[in-house]
């Protein structure tokens, strides 16, 4: 109990950390649901396997991707899209299970995001040299909602930077349990994730898994 008090502190910083006007960081704030959260992905990646996609411009992405809730993020060579359907088996995306639904809706309250009702939850898996380059998170159709983002296993560094590409980028380092809640005037902020360090996580491994929940439709 009081070992886990502390490590809901973390070794890194403050509980809450505010990155900028409409992020906020909660550290540890998933800890409590991670083993239900880890057997719903293998839940999920049983039916909606990780998959590498390649970008438009034709690149596979170093990390692996796959989806639940109503619609899932998808790339290929027309473009970047949500969608009902899993490309890969022709069927709809498993459902979002009730306890990502609630711990998205929790963390977005907490940030001063109520009613928070995310129908889309990206599922990306890091391994050891992965990255994600800097993007914009831009394909959702409601930019007035939060996004939620949950991060398990292995710590990576995020990369936060401005509205424009070229703007400065600052790091901060994303531990097992942290939620990151992302809206407002920053939601369409450039951000991505150094190439993973390799360790060993005593739940998952050699690899990080982060959720990030939308509001898509
Ligand atoms: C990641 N996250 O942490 C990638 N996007 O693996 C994202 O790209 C992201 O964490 C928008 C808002 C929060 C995020
Ligand atoms: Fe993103």
């Not at 809450?16 to 959260?37: I, N, T």
């Not at 040299?129 to 949950?150: T, W």
Request: net charge neutral; aromatic share 8%.
């Amino acid at each position: 109990m009081t070992a886990d008090l502390f490590e809901s502190l973390g070794a890194t910083g403050p509980a809450r950390e505010k990155l900028a006007e409409g992020a906020l960081l909660l550290r540890g704030f998933a800890r409590p649901q991670q083993h239900e959260l880890i057997a719903a992905i293998d839940a999920i990646t049983a039916q909606a396997p990780f998959r590498h996609l390649v970008t438009p411009g034709g690149y596979r992405m170093s990390v692996a991707i796959t989806n639940c809730g109503d619609v899932g993020w998808v790339s290929d060579a027309s473009g970047y899209r949500y969608d009902a359907i899993d490309p890969e088996s022709g069927k709809p995306w498993p459902a979002m299970p009730p306890p990502f639904r609630a711990l998205a809706e929790q963390a977005a309250a907490e940030a001063g995001f109520p009613g928070f009702a995310p129908d889309a939850c990206l599922i990306n898996r890091y391994e050891p040299g992965a990255r994600l380059s800097l993007h914009q998170d831009r394909d959702e159709r409601n930019l007035g909602a939060p996004i939620v983002s949950v991060s398990l296993g292995l710590p990576a560094t995020f990369l936060f930077g401005g509205l424009k590409r070229s703007d400065p980028t600052r790091r901060y380092r994303l531990e097992h349990g942290d939620v990151v809640v992302w809206g407002g005037p920053e939601r369409l902020a450039f951000h991505g994730v150094a190439p993973l360090a390799d360790g060993e996580h005593g739940l998952l491994g050699r690899k990080r898994i982060n959720l990030t929940f939308r509001r898509a439709r």
